[in-house]
């Protein structure tokens, strides 16, 4: 699937603006401020259901209005599709695919996306929780059966926690446990197994790219990932989760790390080599979403060649397919005619975005 329109209402500095892309690669350029970065930001919501700059939607309405809508036009070769997503003030939200309701979840894998941006650098240099919800996105995006999953767990590990903080009784708590252990228990048969697929295709990537090994370590607080363990280990640290309110062990607590030629990336890695770790981790989720869904997926690049140099850049382009669709956001169009990419093609697309001025 590629994006085809995008009409924003609403949002972010955009208070009305419809915008057509081709199946090549389109080039969103214009000044700092004319919203560039926000359009990949309105595809992104279409894609996930959320966005990559914040965790509130309401957030990314425009100052004056009551609401946001974002209307995507994704099409294929036998299938066209129309995706809306309005949001409110008063956090109300509704998504729509070719006007019939769906919910959140119903997005995921219908226009897969690969983003690379400035904000997805904390993949290497983030936290624990950053990578992993980063694997659990791109996972989702990979398998309806684990996305759901994961929506099980977390609907559960949340009416558990809510027990905990009213001080509830033990014979409460084991019922919440039992059925945290079956879902906790999935979640990890079935992220291992995601976790060995995306290690072998960043391995690819590395091969193709040079002498660079990047790999993924994952560190949990319990060695054996069944139902049985997760139960005992949850009753026995029970007396402390009633103390602080939450559930200290599971899948949720998991810490992935980035390796970098054997060494912990977040703790030892220099700014080059935290930029081309995240181009490899990048191309190598292109690579499995795309064997997963049978989908190529949009790549969004926004700001590619502030954020790396000349190599590092090239190499992302370098590496994609021919007949995938690109956007890229950049302030000029010099860059882009340096790495030798022809806009005028006839799968190619120029937006020039001005940016608003107050009165």
Not at 23 to 33: D, F, K, L, M, R
Not at 125 to 139: L, Q
Not at 341 to 353: E, M, V
């Amino acid at each position: 699937m590629s994006i085809e329109t995008l009409k924003m209402s609403g949002f972010r500095n955009h208070k009305e603006k419809y915008l057509e892309f081709g199946p090549g690669v389109n080039v969103i350029w214009g000044e700092n401020g004319s919203g560039k970065t926000s359009t990949l930001e309105a595809i992104h919501i279409l894609s996930v259901g959320k966005s990559f700059r914040t965790p509130r939607l309401q957030e990314t309405i425009e100052e004056s209005s009551p609401n946001a809508r974002l209307v995507g036009v994704f099409v294929s070769e036998k299938k066209k599709k129309e995706i809306i997503v309005s949001h409110s003030k008063d956090k109300r939200k509704k998504i729509t695919i070719n006007k019939s309701e769906a919910s959140l979840k119903e997005i995921f894998g219908q226009n897969p996306i690969v983003l690379l941006s400035p904000e997805e650098q904390k993949i290497t240099n983030g936290t624990p929780s950053d990578r992993r919800r980063y694997f659990d996105k791109t996972f989702s995006t990979t398998s309806k059966t684990y996305l759901q999953s994961i929506v099980d767990y977390s609907k559960t590990l949340k009416q558990k926690n809510a027990l905990l903080k009213k001080q509830g009784s033990g014979e409460e708590i084991d019922t919440w446990d039992e059925k945290l252990s079956f879902f906790g228990a999935s979640v990890w048969e079935q992220r291992g197994a995601l976790y060995k697929k995306y290690q072998a295709a960043l391995l690819d990537v590395c091969n193709l790219y040079g002498k660079k090994e990047i790999t993924i370590s994952v560190l949990s607080d319990t060695q054996e990932h069944t139902k049985e363990t997760l139960f005992e280990k949850l009753k026995k640290n029970r007396k402390k989760d009633f103390l602080y309110g939450y559930t200290s062990v599971g899948p949720h607590t998991d810490r992935p790390a980035v390796f970098y030629n054997n060494k912990d990336i977040r703790l030892f890695g220099s700014q080059g080599e935290h930029k081309i770790s995240l181009v490899l981790i990048k191309l190598a989720e292109y690579q499995i979403v795309r064997n997963a869904t049978q989908l190529t997926p949009t790549v969004l690049l926004d700001d590619l060649f502030a954020t790396l140099d000349f190599e590092r850049s090239d190499a992302v382009l370098s590496l994609l397919e021919k007949n995938t669709q690109t956007i890229i956001t950049n302030t000029d169009l010099v860059d882009i005619k340096n790495h030798g990419i022809k806009i005028d093609g006839k799968k190619n697309k120029s937006i020039h975005l001005l940016r608003k001025c107050k009165n």
